[in-house]
């Protein structure tokens, strides 16, 4: 499994005001090829947002950061920054983590 994280510089919206500015947009990204689960990251306090996803595999991982960075730059969004982690599901195991079945 592969985990992305991407965040990017935002002046929000943040809290409910994001839950309804985006509800459309999590709805289409929850469509994506091999995505497991994505957790919607803010933090008003230092104007960043982003995400961090679960993939089944690292292929539709790339796929959908080339196609997200894309999108996001469209919405005239820069600094966008990304990371690209194998998950070690034995030691997330131990703390709590289920693979999905």
């Given amino acids: 499994m592969i985990v992305l994280q991407i965040d990017f510089p935002s002046s929000g919206p943040f809290g409910a005001e994001m ?3 985006f509800s459309a947009l ?3 990204i929850a469509q994506e090829p ?3 689960w994505k957790i919607w990251t803010e933090n008003a ?3 960043s947002a982003g995400g961090i996803y679960l ?3 690292e292929a539709t991982a790339l ?3 080339h196609k997200h960075t894309a999108r996001l730059e469209s919405f ?3 600094n966008i920054r990304s990371k690209v982690f194998q998950a ?3 030691l997330s195991a131990i703390d709590h983590f289920t693979p999905p079945k």
């Fill in 19 to 21: 839950t309804a500015a």
């Fill in 26 to 28: 999590a709805q289409d």
């Fill in 34 to 36: 091999g995505l497991i």
């Fill in 45 to 47: 306090a230092e104007n």
């Fill in 55 to 57: 993939f089944a595999d």
């Fill in 63 to 65: 796929a959908y950061l």
């Fill in 76 to 78: 005239g969004l820069s």
């Fill in 88 to 90: 070690n599901l034995e």
